[in-house]
């Protein structure tokens, strides 16, 4: 199955041979691949293109829906 960020399947954990990981961009199960972007703030080549700097893992993907998180964020403040 594959994920992505604005897909609208909601939030989600992604883990990549059962180590998490952040700001995930599309993984993809079946193929164990998964895009993320290491570092927010850096672009590849140049900031005007918009050209964000990405990494890709291999591995097995497993991916966990989360089902409360809205409500506990709310609950917090």
């Not at 972007?37 to 990405?54: N, W």
């Not at 097995?60 to 409360?68: D, N, P, Q, Y």
Request: glycine share 8%.
């Amino acid at each position: 199955m594959f994920h992505s960020m604005n897909d609208g399947k909601g939030i989600r954990y992604v883990y990549v041979n059962g180590n998490r990981i952040k700001c995930v961009r599309w993984a993809n199960v079946k193929q164990g691949l998964v895009c993320f972007i290491p570092h927010r703030r850096f672009t590849k080549k140049d900031r005007r293109k918009g050209e964000i700097y990405t990494r890709l893992l291999r591995g097995t993907v497993t991916v966990e829906f989360i089902k409360h998180e809205a409500k506990t964020i709310a609950e917090q403040t």
